[in-house]
């Protein structure tokens, strides 16, 4: 039988992955926006894309120095925010039609809050609600400055 503390350092390794079924929803997300004709819905498409791009990039890197699993959480955290802000503009856009069980974007959002919990460690845990507490805050505008 393998020793408790065995078992824990891996689990602590794969647990602070970031589960890629996140990235799907995100995609998927980002595929509902994208169904909207609006330069509104094209500009949070394009930076939002880019965001994921950018954060592919860095999970390859991350992968590839055999980051330290705090690391690993902490860009895990990123993926799930995305993930929030992605399905946040897929129920934008779906409208009041996205509260419905069935409509997609409502699934989609409800497979990101399981994203926020599945495996969830103690880095995990921590690097979330870090993320949470520092990510930019949202700028103010008024109506005519965002045209």
Do not use: C, K
Not at 12 to 36: E, F, I
Not at 130 to 141: C, L, S, W
Request: net charge neutral; proline share 4%.
């Amino acid at each position: 039988m393998l020793p408790l503390e065995a078992w824990r350092e891996p689990d602590r390794r794969v647990a602070a992955r970031v589960n890629p079924g996140v990235l799907g929803v995100v995609d998927a997300a980002l595929d509902l926006v994208r169904s909207r004709d609006s330069i509104e819905a094209a500009a949070t498409d394009a930076a939002l894309s880019h965001e994921l791009a950018g954060w592919e990039a860095a999970d390859g890197a991350l992968v590839a120095a055999a980051a330290e699993p705090s690391v690993h959480a902490e860009h895990r955290a990123v993926a799930i925010d995305l993930a929030g802000r992605a399905t946040t503009a897929a129920l934008s856009v779906a409208g009041g039609a996205g509260v419905h069980r069935d409509h997609r974007a409502q699934r989609l959002a409800r497979e990101r809050a399981f994203y926020v919990v599945q495996a969830q460690s103690s880095d995990g845990r921590s690097a979330t609600l870090h993320r949470t507490r520092t990510a930019p805050p949202a700028a103010t505008f008024s109506s005519a400055e965002r045209r």
